[in-house]
């Protein structure tokens, strides 16, 4: 069974950084494509960043520029470093592992960014 445990989030001011991190055990680490989303009170749940298998990464464009998605196989961990935070970018993280036939989803870590 695969498990995914996020980790790192917490109460920032704007301007700060938090760097998350997304633990997954279970599964071949190197062969799954892993996202970071977030789901704010009242919205959607929705895609901020993704890497693929080989390293390539994508991001949400309200993130491009301060956000940065990297993974470490040999730790079976995917880091999202955040950068320049903003109160909008306050809501719970979610990482998504997807080892090509199914999706795992963690219970997420909530970041709130206030002064």
């Known amino acids: 069974q695969v498990q995914v445990v996020e980790s790192g989030g917490g109460l920032v001011q704007p301007g700060g950084s938090l760097r998350l991190s997304c633990a997954a055990s279970g599964t071949i680490f190197r062969l799954v494509g892993v996202g970071w989303h977030r789901q704010a009170p009242g919205k959607e749940r929705e895609l901020v960043a993704g890497?693929?298998?080989?390293?390539?990464?994508n991001y949400a464009d309200p993130v491009k520029g301060r956000f940065t998605i990297s993974r470490d196989n040999a730790k079976n961990t995917v880091y999202l470093q955040m950068n320049s935070l903003k109160p909008e970018d306050t809501a719970v993280y979610y990482c998504n592992v997807n080892n090509g036939r199914m999706r795992f989803w963690g219970k997420g870590t909530l970041v709130t960014i206030s002064s």
């Open positions: 890497i693929t298998i080989g390293g390539d990464t």
